[in-house]
């Protein structure tokens, strides 16, 4: 987690040479893959200025497309935090028949393109799906309205908290569970006092890594959501549709918009970590 | 009241990890669960505080039935091998959680819980260091705080498994001694699970020996150094060595010398195992009666002079005899052995 300072010990010290070409590698390689797209994202969105960039921002669309994608992330992210700690605490306290079936069905998500996660609902809740007519004289719609989206953005981002939290809860193992319960309390306490505050911060990094896909995820919404603009196009959709116009200043305006939410989700777990550094190296004891 | 334990049943899948386990605990006994690893001692204190099912069988504490309450209600402190300390939350934090968690209608005061946690660190003799975090503190320092928290809820029972396992040789020594007077004040019925028999004769009043998810033997520690009902259980407490030989009327016939066998004798004569201490042997000269052996080493430091010999035509033992009967024997040396006494089971 934390890089460790040169070995004073020159027995351990790499040949200065060979250090250098491995950094050198390591640097080149962020630069291209990470450092330069991110920074064309930005670049490209300003180059005619701060008036262009904001009005791209501020368009009638643009901003629909801003309030709909946190309005996604703000329903799928809570949703998959309560599945991801049910799963996890389910998978890792328990031993039940079926478990590895459920393992492997919470990778699913991870595994299949979010294009099919986004057809699977069109085959299911579509004016020709399975669900479609029965829906469809109950007055409801899923398909090209929000709760489609939320529907598909939920599937894709199903793996993030409950895989953030399997490992890390099963090497803790369940001998604090059953202390606290050799002491009297109950399942809730429990889970609040001792569970809760061993996993928050993997918790944590979940949730934050859960919303910064949910609000990204451009497949499955692209399928379900029909693209209407104003409506149903979150941010990732309205990036490609002003791409698609030719209008590159607002598309990365919208982009780098984008990008700086990500960002700001990083830039809070940073925060909080060295905030709280005291009590983390407190627990990372075993 | 005594702690009961009935006809237990306990497996893991095919595996059984208790096979018809009974035993009984008196009331302020202290008892150890003495067995190999695999021996199912730790299941059977698992078993005892809820965190395992038993299959069949009763426990019992004076006339209530354990088994049909939840762990939570059993009122059984439980220091667990590493502790489980809950690590997010200070020494007195967690000595505090046992009372904390009592139903509101009879959970002391916030002053008289402060109070109470502070009379606990005092008594495991860690006044000072209630806000540490169990990972600013040393093992036998952690060790103390498990303890200290299941006290606290002033269970009727207290558990221990392998409450030393994970701490070095001298801290160990030195809890030990310290647990048996602590469990003299407090004269709580304790149970304690160890693989270590030097621990379990030293410290219990009792030992229960373990085998395969069997109740092997169990006793006093006198009577278990003394009166072994079987060779594992022999075996286990200490040094031993094996040799062929043959029965007859009730003697054991070792290399032409008989010797009497103690304890129970086997039935019928003939061939058979005998079982002997490293000091039951007298050394004669080579051309003495017994069995001739060939010295390899004679290790001279400590209370009694060790020899280490081989048999002829069998395998190394080494004896232990008094410092004036080994004087002038030297590396190379050809000796003779003659058991004095054997246990042999049938």
């Not at chain 1, 960039?53 to 935090?81: E, H, M, Q, V």
């Not at chain 2, 669960?33 to 001692?41: D, I, M, R, T």
């Not at chain 2, 002829?312 to 004087?327: I, L, T, W, Y």
Request: aromatic share 8%; hydrophobic share 50%.
């Amino acid at each position: 987690m934390y890089l460790s300072r040169p070995a004073k010990n020159p027995a351990r010290r790499d040949p200065t040479l060979l250090a250098g070409v491995m950094i050198g590698v390591a640097i080149i390689y962020l630069v291209f893959v990470l450092f330069l797209p991110l920074f064309t994202v930005f670049f490209e969105a300003l180059r005619k200025g701060f008036g262009d960039y904001f009005r791209g921002l501020a368009d009638r669309d643009a901003l629909s497309a801003i309030k709909l994608t946190l309005l996604i992330a703000a329903i799928a992210a809570p949703l998959n935090t309560v599945f991801g700690l049910a799963a996890a605490w389910c998978v890792t306290k328990f031993e039940f028949f079926g478990k590895n079936v459920l393992l492997t069905l919470i990778d699913l998500p991870f595994s299949i393109s979010p294009v099919i996660s986004g057809l699977v609902y069109v085959l299911l809740y579509g004016a020709n799906g399975w669900f479609g007519p029965t829906l469809d004289a109950w007055g409801i719609q899923i398909i090209f309205t929000v709760t489609g989206i939320v529907l598909a953005t939920t599937l894709v981002t199903l793996p993030f908290v409950a895989r953030e939290l399997i490992p890390l809860m099963q090497g803790q193992g369940t001998d604090e569970e059953a202390a606290a319960a050799t002491l009297g309390a109950g399942g809730l306490r429990t889970f609040f006092l001792v569970t809760l505050p061993n996993i928050k911060w993997g918790l944590m990094y979940g949730v934050l890594l859960c919303t910064a896909r949910a609000m990204g995820e451009f497949g499955a919404v692209a399928v379900v959501s029909g693209k209407i603009r104003g409506q149903t196009a979150t941010m990732p959709l309205q990036v490609e549709i002003l791409y698609n116009e030719y209008n590159f200043v607002a598309a990365f305006a919208v982009a780098s918009l984008l990008a700086l939410f990500a960002l700001i989700t990083l830039a809070v777990k940073t925060f909080l970590e060295a905030r709280f550094a005291h009590e983390l190296a407190a627990q990372r004891w075993r | 009241m005594s702690l009961e334990v009935t006809g237990v049943r306990k497996s893991f899948g095919r595996f059984p990890a208790l096979d018809d386990v009974s035993l009984l605990a008196e009331n302020g006994e202290f008892l150890a669960l003495l067995g190999p690893s695999g021996s199912g001692k730790t299941t059977l204190l698992r078993v005892i505080a809820g965190l395992e099912e038993a299959e069949t069988g009763s426990v019992r504490f004076g006339d209530e039935d354990l088994l049909a309450k939840p762990v939570r209600q059993r009122g059984i402190g439980l220091v667990f091998q590493h502790y489980a300390l809950f690590r997010h939350m200070t020494a007195a934090q967690n000595i505090a959680f046992g009372i904390k968690s009592k139903p509101r209608a009879v959970r002391p005061s916030a002053n008289q819980i402060k109070a109470k946690v502070e009379e606990l660190l005092n008594l495991v003799q860690l006044e000072g260091l209630g806000g540490r975090y169990p990972s600013q503190l040393s093992g036998g320092q952690r060790q103390r705080v498990a303890l200290a928290r299941a006290l606290a809820i002033e269970p009727k029972i207290l558990l221990l498994d392998e409450p030393f396992g994970a701490l070095d040789a001298k801290v160990r020594r030195g809890l030990r001694r310290w647990l048996r007077e602590l469990h003299e004040r407090t004269g709580l019925t304790t149970i304690f699970v160890t693989h270590d028999q030097e621990e379990a004769l030293e410290l219990a009043d009792r030992v229960a020996i373990l085998k395969d998810g069997k109740v092997e033997q169990i006793g006093t520690p006198e009577e278990l150094y003394h009166d072994p009902a079987s060779a594992f259980v022999f075996d286990f407490l200490g040094d031993s060595i094996q040799m062929a030989c043959e029965v007859k009327g009730g003697m054991a016939v070792i290399g032409g010398v008989s010797a009497p066998i103690i304890g129970q004798k086997p039935d019928k004569d003939g061939p058979a195992t005998a079982y002997i201490r490293p000091d039951g042997f007298q050394i004669g000269p080579k051309d003495g009666e017994g069995l001739g052996a060939r010295i390899r080493d004679v290790l001279l430091a400590g209370p009694d002079a060790r020899i280490d010999c081989v048999i002829d035509n069998d395998g190394a033992v080494e004896v232990r005899v008094p410092h004036k009967a080994a004087k002038g024997l030297a590396p190379k040396d050809r000796i003779t052995l003659k058991a004095r006494a054997v246990r042999v089971w049938a």
